[in-house]
């Protein structure tokens, strides 16, 4: 069974432009989970989206922005990038959301894009 | 924000048990401990995860404290491909899938 998938692997781009990161959950997972890590940094959440609605967001600026297709496949958007903003986006997927009291949902996460900002 | 601390970096010999600790002191009743794992460039790997009791896997036990303010990951034999940096979470209630992880803990098995 395929993993998470995530696509591209590999980005680089200048300072103002636009980026979209894909990723694909596993097959029947309907959660998906967007992690932003800086080199010598544990990740760092940003997005979680659930059947197609934000559940959750992390302390990222607007310029950061996710959606949810029907198929549970993700789009991780991000405008005007900064130097900073480079790191490895992480995806991660569940087999569902349990928003409320204790949870032990596991998390599978891809191997990530490394975008690098010039 | 992360609420475990952990310890930098950790050395263990090749064929050994490799334990490395965590404590999660704030750590509520129905707050999660989960174990992760990664290896240089890659995406986290799940390795173990318990509220109370302690549990064992394929890949590893998980010992936790009677007062759960911390815990002890056990790799009963480590292999040079256990080198990786390990990461303590906290399972936050009414987070969802929000996993708050630390800087972890680098841990280099040598052979």
């Known amino acids: 069974d395929a993993g998470v998938t995530q696509s591209p692997t590999h980005l680089i781009k200048t300072r103002g432009q636009h980026v979209t990161l894909r990723c694909s959950p596993i097959?029947?997972?309907?959660?998906v989970s967007w992690y932003q890590q800086v080199l010598g940094q544990g990740p760092q959440f940003i997005f979680q989206y659930y059947e197609k609605e934000e559940r959750g967001r992390g302390n990222f600026p607007d310029r950061f922005s996710a959606r949810q297709f029907p198929n549970y496949s993700s789009e991780l958007n991000v405008n005007a990038l900064l130097l900073g903003d480079s790191a490895l986006y992480l995806c991660?997927?569940?087999?569902?959301?349990?928003?409320?009291?204790?949870?032990?949902?596991?998390?599978?996460f891809g191997s990530g894009t490394q975008l690098s900002v010039l | 924000d992360a609420k475990t601390t952990q310890p930098t970096s950790m050395d263990c010999a090749e064929g050994r048990a490799a334990n490395l600790p965590c404590n999660h002191s704030?750590?509520?009743?129905?707050?999660?401990v989960y174990w992760y794992r990664q290896i240089h460039s890659q995406g986290p790997q799940y390795i173990i995860h318990?509220?109370?009791n302690n549990e064992t896997n394929e890949m590893a036990s998980l010992i936790i404290t009677e007062d759960r303010k911390s815990s002890t990951l056990i790799l009963p034999h480590a292999t040079l491909r256990d080198t990786a940096v390990y990461y303590c979470?906290?399972?936050?209630?009414?987070?969802?899938?929000?996993?708050?992880f630390g800087t972890g803990t680098s841990l280099t098995v040598i052979p």
């Open positions: 991660a997927s569940s087999l569902e959301d349990r928003g409320t009291g204790a949870t032990n949902e596991k998390l599978f």
């Open positions: 318990g509220l109370k």
């Open positions: 979470i906290v399972r936050t209630a009414n987070t969802g899938n929000q996993f708050y």
């Open positions: 097959s029947g997972h309907k959660s």
């Open positions: 704030t750590i509520s009743g129905n707050e999660y």
